[in-house]
């Protein structure tokens, strides 16, 4: 069996792909999680990047792509990256936005096999991370994958693309999440 506790959070290490099996239950508690966000590929690489561009000495970058395209930056060739992969696999690491300063990376990679009941009151995420430079965009979201024999609980699971700079960055797509149960 698994159990994050209240206040404890379980973190991948390298390659940034948390990848559990569970021969029991699973239990995430409130206040719990298991966090893979920023975990993904840097600024400006991953399967689909946000591409970044210069006007007048000024930075505009768009978001990366996974499940949903990145947003394009206040630029016309701040372009987003395009979404890729099969819907119904959740297996890529998120793309970095685009960015001069290497700020924002795609949200990592969960797998959770649980053989058994996955109770989550807590947290499963796989953000990417909001464009940090000026100008930047966001990175996509990541992957989780769920293997489960029955889901339960109140709690939040997500792979939410990063924000963009607020003036001229594209925010992140989101990543995907797929559940298999029963």
Do not use: K
């Amino acid at each position: 069996s698994l159990l994050i506790g209240s206040n404890s959070t379980l973190i991948p290490g390298y390659p940034y792909v948390a990848d559990v099996t569970v021969t029991g239950d699973a239990t995430i508690e409130q206040g719990g999680s298991l966090l893979a966000d920023g975990w993904g590929n840097p600024a400006n690489s991953g399967n689909s990047p946000g591409h970044y561009c210069y006007s007048n000495s000024v930075v505009f970058g768009g978001g990366g792509g996974y499940g949903g395209a990145g947003g394009a930056g206040a630029y016309p060739c701040a372009l987003g990256g395009g979404s890729f992969g099969v819907a119904s696999a959740a297996t890529s690491l998120g793309s970095g936005g685009g960015d001069i300063g290497g700020g924002s990376h795609g949200g990592g990679r969960v797998a959770l096999n649980v053989a058994g009941v996955l109770s989550v009151d807590g947290l499963i995420s796989a953000n990417g991370t909001a464009g940090i430079w000026p100008g930047s965009g966001g990175g996509s979201g990541g992957a989780i994958a769920l293997t489960v024999g029955a889901l339960r609980g109140t709690g939040r699971i997500c792979a939410n693309g990063g924000m963009g700079d607020l003036a001229r960055g594209g925010g992140g797509g989101g990543g995907r999440i797929v559940l298999d149960y029963g």
